[in-house]
């Protein structure tokens, strides 16, 4: 079965820090991974996926298959980063559509 | 268009009483889900519509549970005789789906109706 680990709950850093939120996938074929960010009191959004190669606010994730890995990272962090941060699975190319997520990461950027 | 919208926001009601949610997505999307999120996890997928279609629904959609998009515009999701276990939020995403293989869209959340049952 599909599955998203994140292994930390937490995670917390000090402004201008590295830092890197794991994510780490079960699937045998090929995934389509996605973060999606939650700030205090919004909606979830997207923040990223591996098929854009993109980097937004800073951020970038690197699709590692043979790690079956995802993780997220940025150089300098942001108070403004704090929030909760989810990895997603969904089954490229797959009729349903629907994604899989972790159990979430949260970020706390100390001043 | 503010993007998927979701009412009621917050709703609590007792255990055995029927509820429904709606939900309104972004207007040109076909595609529209149903998630669950309970306390310390992520979203968990219920069901998802292409337009009015009901194409897939997860086995934590219980027999309690039936959501509907009569018109492939809104949807609505319901759930007879709650139970405590059904406190959650409920979210609501859509997308845009256009068929092509290998293409996919951004999935948009709305904010989400969070249930207590007591």
């Known amino acids: 079965a599909q599955r998203v680990t994140q292994p930390e709950k937490l995670l917390s850093v000090f402004k201008g820090a590295p830092v890197e939120l794991k994510c780490n996938y079960s699937y045998s074929g090929s995934p389509e991974l996605f973060w999606y960010v939650q700030y205090s009191r919004q909606r979830l959004q997207l923040l990223l996926r591996?098929?854009s190669r993109e980097s937004i606010k800073g951020f970038t994730a690197d699709l590692n298959k043979g790690e079956t890995s995802f993780h997220l990272k940025k150089p300098f962090a942001q108070e403004e980063d704090s929030a909760m941060y989810y990895c997603?699975?969904?089954?490229?190319?797959?009729?349903?559509?629907?994604?899989?997520f972790g159990k979430g990461t949260k970020l706390s950027v100390k001043p | 268009d503010t993007g998927v919208s979701q009412d009621p926001r917050h709703k609590i009601t007792k255990r055995g009483q029927n509820v429904t949610f709606r939900c309104d997505p972004i207007?040109?999307?076909?595609?529209l889900y149903w998630y669950r999120q309970t306390l310390g996890q992520g979203p968990e997928f219920l069901t998802y519509?292409?337009?009015?279609?009901?194409?897939?629904k997860s086995r934590l959609l219980s027999d309690r549970f039936s959501a509907e998009r009569p018109k492939g515009s809104f949807s609505t999701l319901e759930i007879q005789r709650t139970e405590q276990g059904d406190s959650a939020m409920y979210l609501c995403?859509?997308?845009?789906?256009?068929?092509?293989?290998?293409?996919?869209?951004?999935?948009?959340f709305g904010p989400g109706t969070r249930l207590t049952v007591t």
């Open positions: 995403a859509s997308s845009f789906d256009s068929g092509l293989a290998g293409v996919s869209y951004e999935q948009y």
């Open positions: 207007s040109e999307h076909n595609r």
């Open positions: 997603a699975l969904r089954l490229y190319g797959g009729s349903q559509g629907n994604l899989i």
């Open positions: 519509f292409q337009n009015e279609a009901q194409l897939e």
């Open positions: 591996h098929i």
